[in-house]
Structures are given as structure tokens and as C-alpha cells.
């Protein structure tokens, strides 16, 4: 024994459900065609027996003569029988494998309807990202922005440039705009959470 002979017997082995198919087929119909032949061979026999009744009953064959070709048409019709029942085990083997191996296309054909719509998904996900990741940067450049003019106005009510009560209307709006920063930026952080975790996979 080699040393590969005891390794993955699985992949040495498998045989893509396609195959099965394709192969079962050719001998379905085979072996369908040779079932209905048998049928009507028998059907032949059976009509031939009667009729040899028939001769018995009217005289035209002896007792003797019927007997003897009875048995010869009765000894076909046994092996025929035989025969049909082995093509019949054979179909019904070859129905189950089929329905088997169609049940599997099945399920792989769901399989990877499923990966095509997850990786559907991953790509939508992906631009999405990106363009929420512009975004938060956006979020961040205002932010910085806001600071800035903060910084402005503080320096420019220290020299005296700006009255209290126009500081007080710019920090109030200021703050109102880093309200509704934190906000947009909380909802943006939240849904870049939920793309990242859907193309990670």
C-alpha cells in the first residue's frame, strides 16, 4: 500500500452532482426502454398462453403438445419476470440517486445564491462606508472648524473687538452646532459599526 492510499478517499472519490446526473440519465433511459420492452414481451407470452388454451379447448393441439409449449412460454415468461424485476430494482436505485443528487444541486444552488447576496451585501456595505467615512471626516473638519472660531471670538472678546453680548450669541450658537455634530457624528459612528461587522462577514 502506498502512503497516499490511506489520504482524503473523499476527494479521489467525489463526483460532482452534474455528473451524477448526466450519467444516470443515459442509463435511465436505457434501462427505461428495455423495462418497457419487457412489459410488452410479457404481455406477448401472456396473450400466447391464452391462446394455447384456446387450441387445447378446441382440439387443435393435443394435451401432450400443450403442456410442452406451456411450460417453454411459461419458463420465458419466468425469466422475463426476473429479468424485469432486476431493471425494476436498478430504476428505482437510479430514481433515488437522481433525486439525491438533484436534492444536493438543490441545496448548492442555494448555497450560492446565498454567498452571491452576501457578497452583494459586503460590496453595497463597502460603499456605503466609504461614503459615511467621508462624511465623519466631514463631521471632524466642521468640528475643528468650530473650535477655531471659538478660539476667535474668546481672543477677540479678551481684546475687546467683540461686545459680551455678541460673544454670547456666537458661543450659544457654537454649541448648538456641536450639539447637532455630536449627534449626526453618534448616528454616523453607529451605522459605520454596522457596515464594518457586515463586510467583515
Not at 452571491?116 to 472648524?145: N, T
Not at 478660539?151 to 447637532?180: H, P, T
Amino acid at each position: 500500500m502506498s502512503h497516499r492510499e490511506g489520504s482524503s478517499p473523499e476527494d479521489q472519490f467525489h463526483i460532482d452532482p452534474k455528473e451524477i446526473l448526466s450519467q444516470y440519465s443515459v442509463e435511465w433511459v436505457s434501462l427505461k426502454r428495455s423495462y418497457d420492452e419487457l412489459k410488452k414481451q410479457l404481455l406477448t407470452i401472456q396473450a400466447e398462453l391464452t391462446g394455447l388454451d384456446k387450441k387445447l379447448q378446441s382440439g387443435s393441439i393435443s394435451e401432450k403438445e400443450h403442456i410442452r409449449l406451456y411450460q417453454e412460454k411459461w419458463s420465458e415468461s419466468t425469466q422475463l419476470i426476473q429479468v424485469k424485476r432486476e431493471v425494476e430494482a436498478r430504476l428505482y436505485e437510479i430514481q433515488r440517486e437522481i433525486r439525491a443528487a438533484n436534492k444536493q444541486l438543490k441545496q448548492m444552488e442555494i448555497e450560492r445564491e446565498r454567498r452571491e447576496r452576501i457578497e452583494q451585501e459586503k460590496s453595497h456595505a463597502m460603499i456605503e462606508w466609504m461614503s459615511l467615512k467621508q462624511g465623519f471626516d466631514l463631521v471632524e473638519a466642521r468640528r475643528a472648524e468650530i473650535n477655531a472660531e471659538s478660539d476667535k471670538i474668546e481672543f477677540e472678546r479678551r481684546s475687546g473687538k467683540i461686545s459680551d453680548e455678541k460673544y454670547r450669541q456666537n458661543r450659544v450658537d457654537q454649541i448648538r452646532q456641536l450639539a447637532e455634530l455630536r449627534t449626526v457624528e453618534s448616528d454616523v459612528k453607529r451605522r459605520l459599526a454596522e457596515l464594518l461587522e457586515i463586510i467583515r462577514g
